[in-house]
């Protein structure tokens, strides 16, 4: 169900389910705010009750919950920082208000967004700092709570939890899940405590593989864990399977590709293509579209923001 701001035009998803408690009271009209220019404006209940179902993208303030999509995999070296950053920048110039939380200990999320937050994630799990001196807006739209070394004291805190260390992240980043259309998480090589953490606050999963070998069994692998953890969190889906390094000068690529597709037709996204200008964006602290606009990485990250975003429409 979407809603349309009178004001500025922006669309909202609305959450069927959050409008449940609104029909028992029988109110003729709610009234909802508009996420991108604040404007307060009437909605009527009936409109709600009988638009058709439909996945855009986000909800007015009284009904809205974050999309939260993990970046993810187990094997490193994959793209999944290059995929959470240009990812998370491209849903912003679309005009998304994003949340970019790396739970890496390098910490490259910030690096490649020419940032040096003095806090982030750690402070926040710890509690030693408030939430508002935890986020740093990188970009218009674009907010990161950035990660780095102390990360790796919290995993020691988190193991040394009796009772629900699996929810600690959840938790301390629940007070965002209505402030932001997209709260994207970019996660460390290796499966750990913290990991464990993210796929209990996550509900989509994206998994960035490389076109070699290696990576493929890794993702054989994490679908065998996220099995695992889904026997006790129905929430968390696979959604996105991207693939990465796409070289067609050679035929290894290709060839793992097709099989890709042969085994995750629904989930497979258009493949990210290799070049250079990846690897040279984050020394200047560029993400690819403000690097290489014209790039064919630039073209790939866009056509991944239309299908994350569900909307063919987004100019990035």
């Known amino acids: 169900m979407i809603i349309t701001c009178p004001k500025c035009a922006r669309k909202h998803k609305v959450n069927p389910d ?6 028992k009271s029988k109110k003729k009209t709610i009234l909802a705010t508009c996420r991108s220019c604040k404007f307060k404006f009437p909605v009527a209940m ?3 009750v009988e638009s058709p179902k439909v996945t855009e993208t986000v909800a007015p303030n009284s009904v809205l919950s974050a999309r939260k999509i ?7 070296g994959v793209g999944k920082t290059t995929t959470s950053v240009n990812l998370g920048a491209g849903l912003a ?3 998304y208000k994003v949340l970019l939380v790396d739970t890496d200990t390098q910490g490259q999320s910030s690096y490649i967004l020419g940032k040096r937050p003095s806090a982030g994630l750690t402070e926040l799990l710890t509690k030693e700092l408030p939430l508002d001196e935890c986020l740093m807006e990188a970009r218009k739209n674009l907010w990161l709570l950035g990660g780095g070394k102390s990360l790796a004291g919290v995993k020691r805190i988190i193991d040394r939890k009796s009772f629900g260390a699996e929810y600690t992240l959840s938790e301390a980043l629940k007070p965002l899940d209505q402030e932001y259309d997209f ?3 970019d996660t460390s090589p290796g499966w750990d405590q913290l990991i ?4 209990f606050y996550a509900t989509e999963v994206l998994v960035p593989v490389a ?8 993702l054989s692998e994490f679908i065998k864990s996220l099995g695992a953890i889904q026997k006790y969190r129905k929430e968390i889906q696979l959604k996105y399977i991207l693939p990465t390094f796409m070289d067609a000068r050679i035929q290894g690529p290709q060839t793992l590709h097709d099989q890709l597709k042969k085994l995750y037709p629904t989930h497979l996204c258009t493949p990210i293509r290799y ?3 990846l690897a040279e964006a984050p020394s200047f602290g560029k993400t690819i579209f403000e690097y290489a606009p014209g790039s064919n990485a630039s073209e790939d990250y866009r056509e991944l923001v239309k299908k994350i975003s569900q909307d063919q429409t987004n100019l990035v």
């Open 46 to 48: 009936d409109t709600l």
């Open 211 to 218: 076109l070699e070998v290696m990576p493929l069994h890794g």
């Open 196 to 199: 464990v953490n993210v796929l």
């Open 183 to 185: 709260i994207l998480i």
């Open 18 to 23: 959050s409008i449940k408690t609104f029909a």
């Open 70 to 76: 993990c970046i993810t995999l187990s094997k490193g």
């Open 93 to 95: 110039l679309a005009g």
């Open 275 to 277: 070049n250079a200008s």
